[in-house]
């Protein structure tokens, strides 16, 4: 098993930068594919970006694409979200999680997919 801890989150004005980052436990983090998710109020959750275990292949929701990026550290255990022109409907809780049996470039956009999860980290975005 493994834990995540996101941290990061914050009130930003629109058109602001924030980066998030999503700190693993144990030894084994390189053998996770990894992922960032997020749920705004009244909204169901959906995927936000998704990285390979070597960090080679990045995958991003339409909606974030040119604004997000998604790097990881294996060194650290260490995921992040580079979020870049924020706009007030990015505003969400933010959520790590980790996948042991992500294989495909299509699975990582379902959440389902994964198996561990941080608790979140609530990303504010003021007009």
């Known amino acids: 098993q493994v834990q995540l801890v996101e941290s990061g989150g914050g009130l930003v004005q629109s058109g602001g930068s924030l980066r998030l980052s999503c700190a693993a436990s144990?030894?084994?983090?390189?053998?996770?594919?990894m992922g960032w998710f997020r749920q705004a109020p009244g909204k169901e959750r959906e995927f936000v970006a998704g990285i390979s275990r070597s960090g080679s292949n990045t995958y991003y929701a339409d909606s974030v694409k040119g604004r997000f990026t998604i790097s990881r550290d294996n060194a650290k255990n260490t995921v992040y979200l580079q979020m870049n022109s924020l706009k007030p409907e990015d505003t969400a809780v933010y959520y790590c999680?980790?996948?042991?049996?992500?294989?495909?470039?299509?699975?990582?956009?379902?959440?389902?997919?994964?198996?561990?999860w941080g608790q979140g980290t609530q990303v504010t975005v003021s007009s």
């Open positions: 999680a980790a996948s042991e049996n992500i294989y495909v470039r299509g699975a990582y956009y379902s959440s389902s997919r994964y198996d561990y």
């Open positions: 144990g030894r084994t983090f390189s053998s996770y594919a």
